[in-house]
């Protein structure tokens, strides 16, 4: 028998049919879908007569434009407005699922699907959404999709697509104090450039990727496309199970002891063969801070900017044209700079162990003067839980403010934009210009540098608090 990759034993057994020298049509077991891609395609269904094949499999959220203030108001932008509306108007009309804005199971659509045990090992998952990538902590097949094959996969719940080559990226080793999962995933990004996983699916593996937690493995899992792959995923082990396990949709008793069964079965063979492998050292990463307008262009934080020198000839251009942008120099130091707004939040580090970890290091300190900081929970239970554990009331005595569940700043697509000029930290996936609002400066980081940021109002190494 062949030995395969975890990517190889889901992809085959999902697959339809083969289009001899084409796509395979592959079956999707989870779909989800936002207000921001599903409208044109519950558009495209209306003009052909056809309703959506298994509803059941298709679940829905608001999260990309909505407000993160006053939610149980009608939502002023109306735009949003607009978009919401329709969502809500196309699930009831499909009987599809739809966790709207003051439903307790409201959030970021890849918070919620792994917090209420419907991300589940084994599976193929599609949203039209670039970061679906996320569920494949899980040991999932998951992957964004464009507005056709979001109607394609309401239609008949499969969709055409060409299988991609295979990657295995391997970190080895115990991680510096300091260090957190964002940091590992921009330091690859940074080695490896934005393209340098184009055309892979990639599996992270190694003594560092086991250490980490679920929340922690999202994370690296979220931004996989930013190095070009078509997704990311980690083999599932008994850290996933016990994540999984009593979750609001987690199969239970003895299905979940079949479901257990065949999760083991997931995991790379031994001798499974990769189109290309890479190793990474653990100790070799610090806290990283981007300094361009791509999520490659970043530095350990005691680092500097590369030298003109030290770019290769045919990226020079865009090198300056990036530095020019962000207001920056060849070889300065980004420890120090300083920052103007500093959002926590987003699909990349909106969960609960992002919020503890703030609300961790900034407790008993005091928040930077003439700084606005925006802590947006990826989700309602995110919210409700860090009212529990008294997360809230840590950062309002810090100075903080703690806002209601959605995308946010991460791609400012509501009122949460960052002015022109000026600088944030951020925590999201993407500090593409503009992408936080026309002419904002982005930088991005991990939480923990997040925070010590917000104390300072500079760009701080956490480690010097630690």
Known sequence: MDSKTIFDKIWDRHIVVNIPEGPS???????????????????????????????????????????TINQHLTIHEELSRVQVDKLTENCRDHNITLYGLNNPFNGIVHVIGPELGITQPGMTIVCGDSHTSTHGAFGSVAFGIGTSEVEMVLASQCVLQSKPKKMRINIDGDLQRGVASKDIILYIISQISTGGATGYFVEYAGSAIRSLSMESRMTICNMSIEMGARGGLIAPDEVTFEYIKGREFAPKGEQWDQKLEFWKSLPSDPDAAFDKELFFRAGDIEPMITYGTNPGMGTGISGKIPSLQEIDNASRNSFNKSLEYMGFSPGEAMEGKKVDYVFVGSCTNGRIEDLRIFASFVKGKRKADNLTVWIVPGSRQVERQAEKEGIRKILEEAGFEMRQPGCSACLAMNEDKIPEGKYAVSTSNRNFEGRQGPGARTMLASPLTAAATAITGRVTDPRTFL
Request: net charge neutral.
């Open 25 to 67: 049509a592959l079956y999707i077991d989870r779909h989800f879908i936002h207000e921001v891609t599903s409208p044109q395609a519950f558009g495209g269904l209306k003009e052909r007569g056809i309703s959506v094949f298994r509803p059941e499999k298709t679940v829905a959220t608001p999260d990309h434009n909505v407000p």
